[in-house]
């Protein structure tokens, strides 16, 4: 029989396996007839593993990470107001549109590394 375990391993191409093997949740059969008899309950497979990996490596996991996110929210709203006196004080457009280029709060949340 055939498999293909692209789904969990990656592999671009099926591999034969014999018809006592065991298998995993995700894997597709290709070629020839497997009996399945299932040994754990949803939750426990390495399919579901690799899911909970990546959602728990999504989670913002460092305190300092959170209150980077939390500063640059708080910035957002005084930039278009800082360069909105900016323009209307001394009437200058480049100064103006120069502090919207400079604000740093966008940049600052794609800086603070996932740790």
């Known amino acids: 029989m055939t498999v293909n375990r692209a789904s969990l391993t990656g592999e671009s191409v099926p591999v034969e396996r014999h018809p006592d093997a065991s298998g995993f949740a995700g894997t597709v059969l290709e070629e020839g007839r497997w009996v399945i008899r299932v040994k754990q309950a949803a939750g426990g497979n ?10 728990d490596s999504q989670k913002p996991s460092s305190q300092t990470e959170t209150r980077a996110e939390n500063l640059a929210d708080r910035l957002v709203p005084w930039c278009p107001g800082g360069s909105s006196l900016t323009y209307l004080l001394p009437r200058n457009l480049t100064r103006a549109v120069s502090l919207l280029m400079v604000n740093f709060s966008c940049a600052l949340k794609l800086a603070m590394p996932r740790l």
């Open 46 to 55: 390495k399919y579901d593993q690799i899911v909970r990996m990546i959602e």
